[in-house]
């Protein structure tokens, strides 16, 4: 079994950039910055902020490339992808980027209220629980089912 799979929790370090392939496929690139803290051997506090290529297809492209913007917070789930090209001066380059097919914006969007915020679709969003009435099953011509008639 081989699995490929990236989870990131960081901030948009670069406007989006949307384009449309030939075909007419929406693609969207942007860099998300992620950080990494530890305490070294002196006790200080270290910080360092790695950067990945993130590359989204398709719908998720449209809503990134209208609702992200630099300074977002946002969450990933992905692939890694490594792609290779020859450059210009005959020397073959290479380029790991994340290929995203899942994405959680973490922060209000702008002109958020305290009561609330609105998500952007024009319809406020609760931070109160729902609560849901579930109809009660009855049994209709059909024959109840019985504990011992379950196989497991």
Same mark, same amino acid.
């Given at each position: 079994?081989?699995?490929? =799979?990236?989870?990131?929790?960081? =901030?948009?370090?670069?406007?989006?950039?949307?384009?449309?392939?030939?075909?007419?496929?929406?693609?969207?690139?942007? =860099?998300?910055?992620?950080?990494?803290? !530890?305490?070294?051997?002196?006790?200080?506090?270290?910080?360092?902020?790695?950067?990945?290529?993130?590359?989204? !297809?398709?719908?998720?492209?449209?809503?990134?490339?209208?609702?992200?913007?630099?300074?977002?917070?946002?969450?990933?789930?992905?692939?890694?992808?490594? =792609?290779? !090209?020859?450059?210009?001066?005959?020397?073959?380059?290479?380029?790991?980027?994340?290929?995203?097919?899942?994405?959680?914006?973490?922060?209000?969007?702008?002109?958020?209220?305290?009561?609330?915020?609105?998500?952007?679709?024009?319809?406020?969003?609760?931070?109160?629980?729902?609560?849901?009435?579930?109809?009660?099953?009855?049994?209709?011509?059909?024959?109840?089912?019985?504990?011992?008639?379950?196989?497991?």
């Amino acid at each position: 079994m081989d699995l490929n =799979r990236v989870t990131l929790i960081g =901030r948009v370090a670069s406007d989006p950039e949307t384009r449309t392939t030939p075909q007419g496929t929406t693609v969207c690139s942007f =860099r998300v910055a992620t950080n990494f803290s !530890w305490t070294d051997q002196a006790g200080q506090k270290q910080e360092k902020a790695e950067f990945h290529q993130l590359v989204l !297809w398709r719908k998720l492209a449209e809503i990134a490339g209208q609702y992200v913007k630099k300074g977002s917070k946002l969450f990933i789930e992905g692939r890694l992808q490594t =792609r290779d !090209w020859e450059g210009q001066d005959g020397i073959k380059r290479y380029r790991t980027e994340i290929i995203g097919d899942n994405m959680i914006m973490l922060d209000r969007p702008t002109g958020a209220s305290a009561g609330g915020f609105t998500s952007g679709f024009s319809q406020p969003v609760s931070t109160q629980p729902v609560k849901t009435e579930v109809p009660e099953m009855t049994s209709t011509d059909e024959e109840d089912i019985k504990v011992e008639d379950i196989p497991f």
